[in-house]
């Protein structure tokens, strides 16, 4: 069993002020070797508990811990609405849990690292992590802040597809009350269409969609040794519930195998029922969208927001999958 470190909690609560952001700080911290014990979840202060960052948790009340705050609080502005904040983690606070309450209506983008959960406050988005502290003695996030472009639900959704509660280190002495339930979405065959010159882009997305929940695939890593691969793919395609065809302006422009696996794609996407979600096209860079390719929307994977849009696209064919 891990050793239980007193850990230090930062709540930030952060509030729309033009085009900056004004901060308000709260940190609480244990005495000695106490554990700080935090309630994620609660919609009402449990009894011993006290509400931190207005309530977006609560955190269990003792001699041995500390509360300070709110006060104003200068974030590291790095430039078109990113911020960053470091806190100190003395020898003897290993870990810091640092909470982030959204300002109303906005969302964090390209969070660095991936938050350890994401919950609705008050109608405002609520982000925790919990984190080390490094070589230098501190821990640090980076987050930008975006207007929300979906609805609150589906963005505490998304956030939390992509998290794991299990990764919160036992060492850090939180409590989780009541679960967040990550959204895991069926699974669903994605055929990755793409040129060779595309293959490291392409084997992160690869990635990213394992992660995602879905169930993708690459020649390299799903034609066995063995396999004839002129049968495989094609037999590939077919059982593929979604064609995501990769394109850069190499690949657009190249013949061989690449265009054969899209006009492939097409012959299935004929057998398709109408309005169903088959080929998408998805953009790697700013390149030209062949004609053959253009009733589909496409998605422009570089663009900020790029993933995001392709799992809507990818969710909603997953929900077409549904019975009923």
């Known amino acids: 069993?891990?050793?239980?470190?007193?850990?230090?909690?930062?709540?930030?609560?952060?509030?729309?002020?033009?085009?900056?952001i004004v901060?308000?700080?709260?940190?609480?911290?244990?005495?000695?070797?106490?554990?700080?014990?935090?309630?994620?979840?609660?919609?009402?202060?449990?009894?011993?508990?006290?509400?931190?960052g207005s309530g977006a948790l609560y955190v269990e009340q003792s001699g041995q811990v500390v509360f300070d705050g709110p006060r104003p609080v200068q974030l590291d502005d790095l430039g078109d609405r990113r911020y960053r904040w470091i806190q100190g983690t003395p020898p003897n606070i290993p870990f810091v849990m640092i909470a982030v309450v959204l300002p109303a209506g906005y969302s964090l983008r390209r969070p660095r690292p991936v938050p350890?959960?994401?919950?609705?406050?008050?109608?405002?988005?609520?982000?925790?992590?919990?984190?080390?502290?490094?070589?230098?003695?501190?821990?640090?996030?980076?987050?930008?802040?975006?207007?929300?472009?979906?609805?609150?639900?589906?963005?505490?959704?998304?956030?939390?597809?992509?998290?794991?509660?299990?990764e919160v280190p036992s060492a850090a002495g939180i409590d989780i009350d009541t679960p967040v339930v990550a959204a895991t979405p069926p699974s669903i065959n994605v055929f990755l269409c793409h040129s060779s010159q595309d293959k490291p882009q392409v084997r992160r997305l690869y990635t990213q969609l394992q992660r995602d929940g879905f169930v993708p695939w690459l020649d390299e890593e799903d034609i066995l040794p063995g396999e004839a691969w002129e049968r495989a793919i094609p037999a590939a395609v077919r059982a593929s519930h979604v064609v995501l065809v990769c394109l850069s302006n190499g690949s657009i422009s190249k013949e061989g195998?690449?265009?054969?696996?899209?006009?492939?794609?097409?012959?299935?996407?004929?057998?398709?029922?109408?309005?169903?979600?088959?080929?998408?096209?998805?953009?790697?860079?700013?390149?030209?969208?062949?004609?053959?390719?253009?009733k589909w929307q496409r998605v422009d994977y570089f663009a900020e927001g790029g993933h995001e849009r392709l799992l809507k696209g990818l969710r909603k064919r997953a929900s077409q999958l549904q019975p009923g």
């Open 257 to 294: 195998y690449v265009q054969r696996e899209i006009g492939f794609a097409l012959q299935v996407a004929e057998e398709k029922p109408e309005g169903t979600i088959f080929i998408i096209p998805l953009r790697l860079e700013d390149c030209p969208l062949p004609e053959r390719l253009a």
């Open 23 to 52: 901060a308000l700080i709260e940190n609480v911290e244990p005495l000695g070797a106490a554990t700080l014990r935090v309630r994620w979840s609660e919609v009402e202060p449990p009894r011993g508990y006290q509400p931190v």
């Open 1 to 20: 069993m891990a050793p239980e470190y007193p850990p230090r909690l930062v709540v930030l609560t952060l509030e729309a002020a033009g085009d900056s």
């Open 116 to 166: 350890a959960a994401a919950k609705i406050h008050d109608g405002r988005l609520a982000v925790y992590w919990c984190l080390p502290g490094d070589q230098l003695g501190r821990a640090q996030v980076e987050w930008d802040v975006r207007p929300l472009d979906r609805s609150i639900e589906e963005e505490v959704r998304l956030l939390n597809s992509r998290t794991s509660l299990d």
